[in-house]
Structures are given as structure tokens and as C-alpha cells.
């Protein structure tokens, strides 16, 4: 007899301890996410909340929390810096000994200053940068020389990809100087064959010369959101999408609505890309995180081709 309640007790705490461990580990629901290296830590941004912009930190890309110095869980806090509402896709950049938070709000773009990547990112005047229109989804792209420029996203008959040259201080853009990029014209783009196409979530990086802009095409709500990249020898374009786009689908990962993220690097010079997937089969939001490596490619005759590594995709979790 003792020995079955001390067998029954040995089972029932190994399950208590096991339902509180899978308790622990939760998916982190962030949309449009992006993740800053800093001095040996990850911080992990993305849109989350109406009260502004949480961030999570981590030491090992496996295991995330709140970040130690942030306001109660946010780096930008509604009524500190521009915006009321929508506050959606934040960039974080360190740039002249301090951090920017480019982001989304009121449909409309504005950046934020900051002494630590966990924020509090403010603003002492709350204002929008100039442009026309509705825009969404910035990226600031550093290059060589100095110049500065502001990849995002104009709501112009459908999700339109610009860019526009910053000026040095980061206070606003360059006016005269917004170029478009990109729209949705590809057969995968828009799988919905809506009259309003989507591209959009930028990001651009720098290789070998070449300028690669990572965009996500379809509405977000579309099980066929996903990721693509086109290529130009100038940052202003003109830009060539890549003919076996999309690098990222729910065809290669296996989950609806993969996209919208960024690129980033770990200590050992890994490069990934983090984004959001469905919350599900049949339901779209909170959407969660997730991300997988990514890794140029050399190919004869032509730029070096990005890869995503598909198998290696995984979700990010909190305890």
C-alpha cells in the first residue's frame, strides 16, 4: 500500500510539474515584430497594444520577458510620443549615442528618442513626419555616405511601397524626394484579386552592392499573406522582384499568414527573419511570433539569391 501511494504521489507531481511547465511556456503574440541586438541582449518590439508598444527581452533568443526597464511592459507609451491609436510596426535603430523608435500611429509615421532600447521612447514635441496621405510600416535604412532613408508604406490605390530621403538629424523627410518602389502586380500578391493590392512591412538590407527590399504582399487577413524580396543597385530603385517570389508562404511553413517582420542578427552572426503567423486555422488575430534563418546564396550570373530556411522556423514563448 505504501508503495502505490508513494507511486501514485511520484506520478501526480511529475503531471503537476509537467501541466506547469507547458502553464509557462506561452506563445508570444506580437504582430509586425521586429528584434534589436544590443550589447548581448535581444529586445523584441511589435504591434500589441492599444496603450502603446510592448517589448520583451531576451538573453538567448529561446527564452522571453518583459524587458527589466521598460514602463510596465511598454517602450512607448500612448500620450509620451505622437498618437492616440494604431500603434502598429516599430523599427528600433541606434544611431549618434541614442535609440530611435520609428513607428505607426494614427496612420501616420513618427520616431521616437530613447537612452536605452527598452525605452521610455518619447517625443518632446508629438508630432507626425510631413508627407501626404495615409502612411504606415516604416523602415529608416542607414547608407554608406550618410544618407538616410525612410522606407514605408502609402495607402494609395492599394499598400504602396516608397521611400524618401531623411534628413541627417532624423526630425523629418527630405520633401521632393519620395519615389515609389514597389505594388502589388504579381500573381501572388494578390491571390484575392482585390482592387486594392498589398504590399507592404519593408525591410532592406545591403549585399555585395545590391539593395534587397523584403516586402509581405496579400491583406494581412489572407491565409496566402506572404514574403518576398525584389532587388535594385541603387537604394532608390528601380527595383526587380525576385522571379520564385515568395520566399515565405504558408505552402513552406505550414501556417496561415506569414509575414510582415524583419531582419536581424544573432552574436554569432546568424541572420534571421522574425514575423507573425494566424492564430490559428480559422482565426486571424492576436496574431503570434515567430521567426527562421535566412542566408544569402550565390548564384552564376546574377545578385545573390535570399534563402529562407524554412525547417527552421519555430515560435517564439514567454514564461
Not at 113 to 133: C, E, N, V
Not at 314 to 319: A, Y
Request: aromatic share 12%; proline share 5%; glycine share 8%.
Amino acid at each position: 500500500m505504501k508503495y502505490l501511494k508513494k507511486t501514485f504521489c511520484l506520478a501526480l507531481f511529475t503531471a503537476c510539474m509537467t501541466s506547469v511547465s507547458m502553464a509557462q511556456q506561452l506563445p508570444i503574440s506580437l504582430a509586425d515584430p521586429t528584434v534589436f541586438n544590443d550589447k548581448g541582449k535581444y529586445y523584441l518590439y511589435g504591434t500589441g497594444s492599444n496603450q502603446g508598444f510592448p517589448v520583451l527581452e531576451s538573453e538567448d533568443l529561446e527564452t522571453w520577458k518583459p524587458a527589466i526597464k521598460s514602463a510596465g511592459g511598454l517602450a512607448l507609451t500612448k500620450g509620451e510620443a505622437f498618437g492616440s491609436s494604431g500603434f502598429w510596426a516599430p523599427q528600433i535603430i541606434s544611431y549618434k549615442g541614442a535609440y530611435y523608435m520609428a513607428y505607426t500611429a494614427n496612420e501616420q509615421i513618427a520616431i521616437a528618442k530613447a537612452s536605452d532600447p527598452a525605452g521610455p521612447f518619447r517625443q518632446d514635441h508629438p508630432i507626425a513626419l510631413s508627407g501626404t496621405g495615409k502612411q504606415i510600416d516604416p523602415f529608416l535604412f542607414f547608407d554608406k555616405g550618410g544618407k538616410v532613408y525612410l522606407y514605408h508604406v502609402k495607402l494609395q490605390q492599394g499598400n504602396r511601397i516608397f521611400v524618401t530621403e531623411m534628413k541627417p538629424d532624423l526630425s523629418d523627410v527630405i520633401t521632393g524626394t519620395e519615389k515609389e518602389c514597389i505594388a502589388g502586380t504579381e500573381a501572388w500578391e494578390n491571390t484575392a484579386n482585390s482592387d486594392w493590392p498589398v504590399t507592404e512591412g519593408p525591410t532592406v538590407l545591403k549585399h555585395k552592392n545590391i539593395y534587397y527590399l523584403i516586402y509581405s504582399a496579400n491583406d494581412f487577413r489572407n491565409k496566402d499573406y506572404a514574403v518576398g524580396y525584389a532587388t535594385a543597385t541603387s537604394p532608390l530603385g528601380p527595383w526587380k522582384k525576385y522571379e520564385a517570389n515568395p520566399i515565405i508562404s504558408r505552402q513552406t511553413i505550414k501556417h496561415n499568414g506569414t509575414g510582415h517582420g524583419d531582419v536581424f542578427t544573432d552574436k554569432k552572426g546568424t541572420m534571421y527573419y522574425v514575423m507573425h503567423i494566424h492564430r490559428s486555422e480559422e482565426q486571424v488575430s492576436p496574431r503570434i511570433t515567430g521567426m527562421l534563418r535566412l542566408a544569402f546564396k550565390q548564384v552564376k550570373g546574377g545578385p545573390d539569391v535570399l534563402v529562407a530556411d524554412t525547417a527552421s522556423f519555430r515560435l517564439l514563448q514567454t514564461k
